[in-house]
């Protein structure tokens, strides 16, 4: 069959798990890949960031279905980077984790 293997859908192997590419031609845009995840990520980290008042954008896409990665694309107002933006919508993606361990 043309898919691939299950076990390479999760082993990172030689990639990083989050890259940044700040090439976009909106100064305060930024694209966040993230490697070896599907929508359950993407949706989660999207709504976190859209409850952020500085986010103006937060959108995720999944390039293709064989591959696990997703795009996240992240605009905020110049007061703000996005880089910031993604960092506390994960540290309060943690902190809520948390509160369901208790």
Known sequence: MNTPLDFKSFLLLEIEKVT???GTKVPSACLFTINKEDHMLGNIIKS???KDPQVQ???YKVPYPLEHKVIIHV?????CSPQEAFTSAFTDLTSKLFLLEE
């Open 57 to 59: 954008f937060a959108g």
């Open 20 to 22: 940044i590419n700040g």
């Open 48 to 50: 976190e960031l859209l």
């Open 75 to 79: 605009q905020t107002t110049p007061d």
